[in-house]
């Protein structure tokens, strides 16, 4: 892979420069800069998340595409990229689905290296539960596929559960108890703040523009092609144009006159206060509509599904908190003293399959990276190299042609609700 550093771009980190630093107490410069959004770019990117740096940085870093920009209406990293729960797995119920997430973890676990950026990836093991003889029936068919695919995955039961995590009500008492679990040794959380900036100043590094406060508010199309964008700080032409906008990807894919079939909801997440470090796997449990995790600071980190009203609001509700807390209380009883700090939601683009859809539009030169509802965290690294090869190239890498946007009107989905709906 080709790396080239710009001139101007900031310095390495490392553990010499650190103390140098604050030996001398020389700050460190902005990890990106800013500039005045030129007039043309090759490619512009809307959207500042993980998969539209991602995108950007790939272009640059594996193409040599440096007249880039990335156009964010807010700030890098402030939309799901910076609010999601930060689990990182590839146990997909689908083969195209496992091959794809695979290639993500994959990426993710060079990453850190890569982008000279402390990502802290921790792969500590991802278990989903089962309380049911169908959930069961279900974690044995993914298992398989799974492991077709070269990805550790395996149905384990009580006994091995308990030893994995012996906070957990294995016993008969419990509401719905616990049967068994799949088990994902690759799979872990990643910090994700860390993986956003490290995509951006990667990027920017290598020539990328990035641009905050810049919104997208008109797309312009002649003759069936994309000819720019039109936003809040003057027209930009572009003969290549990727939206990356998740949550608001209708809204944006308007403005071109492509209609897709993404349903917009909320999903909201908790943290606890910090608490002595008795938790090293990802815990999921389907029927309970519920998640957990202990962060590296001792926090535990709380989600469940989708809010069940389609919205844009980023409102946190009472609802959410108690039901997580009940539902959190029921695997694990002796957590009834930890108190819950803060919660917060973010928007998630649900698409009908709940798979994404990356890939080309009927726009010639308008390409579509989004409907990655509550999965799409984990995806950035893959979706970010294909959609770069892909604009580069004119040519759809295989390993994202299942979910191209024709698949909807071709009868082609991928199903993976039976591995999505709540495991993130
Ligand atoms: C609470 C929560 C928990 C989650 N947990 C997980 C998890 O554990 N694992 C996982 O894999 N996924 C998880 N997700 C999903 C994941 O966060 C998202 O799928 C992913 O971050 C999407 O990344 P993105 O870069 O496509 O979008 P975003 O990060 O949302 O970025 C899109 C950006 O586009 C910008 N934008 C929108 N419209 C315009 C415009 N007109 N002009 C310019 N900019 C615009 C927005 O401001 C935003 O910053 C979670 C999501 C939430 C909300």
Redesign the pocket.
């Known amino acids: 892979m080709r790396s080239r550093r710009s001139r101007s771009s900031p310095p390495r980190y490392s553990g010499f420069g650190l103390i140098r630093r604050g030996l001398t107490g020389t700050s460190w410069p902005p990890a990106w800069r800013r500039y005045e959004p030129r007039r043309r770019y090759d490619v512009v990117v809307?959207?500042?998340?993980?998969?539209?740096?991602?995108t950007a940085y790939y272009l640059a870093a594996q193409h040599g595409l440096t007249n880039v920009a990335v156009?964010?209406?807010?700030?890098?990293?402030?939309?799901?990229?910076?609010?999601?729960?930060?689990?990182?797995?590839s146990n997909y119920l689908t083969p195209e689905g496992v091959r794809f997430y695979d290639r993500s973890v994959r990426l993710y676990e060079s990453l850190a290296a890569e982008l000279n950026f402390n990502a802290m990836f921790s792969q500590r093991g991802h278990l989903t539960l089962a309380h049911s003889d169908s959930a069961l029936r279900i974690m044995r068919w993914r298992a398989e596929v799974n492991r077709l695919q070269g990805v550790d995955s395996s149905v384990i039961g009580r006994a091995e559960i308990a030893s994995l995590v012996p906070s957990l009500d294995v016993t008969d008492h419990p509401r719905f108890p616990i049967l068994g679990g799949l088990w994902h040794p690759p799979g872990g959380?990643i910090r994700?703040d860390a993986v956003?900036w490290g995509y951006a100043r990667a990027a920017d590094a290598l020539g990328v523009h990035l641009h905050q406060d810049?919104?997208?508010?008109g797309i312009d199309v002649s003759g069936g092609r994309v000819r720019g964008?039109r936003?809040n700080r003057g027209q930009i032409a572009a003969p290549a144009v990727v939206?990356?906008?998740?949550?608001?990807?209708s809204?944006?894919c308007d403005?071109a006159g492509i209609e897709l079939p993404i349903t917009t909801f909320?999903?909201?997440?908790a943290v606890t206060e910090p608490v002595r470090p008795f938790l090293d796997t990802v815990v999921v449990s389907g029927t309970l509509h519920v998640?957990v995790s202990q962060s590296d600071r001792g926090e535990l980190v709380f989600?469940a599904a989708v809010d069940p009203v389609p919205s844009y609001s980023?409102r946190g509700s009472l609802e959410f908190t108690e039901n997580v807390a009940a539902h959190v209380l029921e695997l694990m009883p002796a957590l009834a003293q930890v108190r819950i700090l803060r919660q917060?939601?973010?928007?998630?683009?649900m698409t009908p399959d709940f798979s994404p859809i990356i890939g080309p539009t009927p726009v010639e030169g308008f390409y579509v990276?989004?409907g990655?509802?509550?999965?799409?965290?984990?995806?950035?690294p893959v979706?970010g190299e294909a959609m770069a090869a892909l604009v580069a190239t004119g040519k759809t890498p295989e390993l994202i042609e299942p979910f191209d946007l024709a698949r909807f009107t071709d009868g082609r989905l991928v199903g993976e609700r039976g591995a999505a709906a709540v495991g993130?």
Do not use: M
Request: with cysteine; proline share 1%.
């Open positions: 809307i959207g500042g998340g993980v998969h539209g740096l991602a156009l964010e209406r807010g700030y890098l990293g402030g939309g799901a990229s910076g609010r999601n729960t930060a689990i990182i797995r959380i994700h956003v810049t919104e997208v508010v964008v936003t939206t990356c906008t998740a949550g608001w990807a809204t944006v403005l909320p999903l909201q997440a998640y989600g980023t917060w939601a973010g928007l998630c683009d990276d989004v990655w509802g509550t999965y799409g965290f984990k995806a950035g979706a993130h």
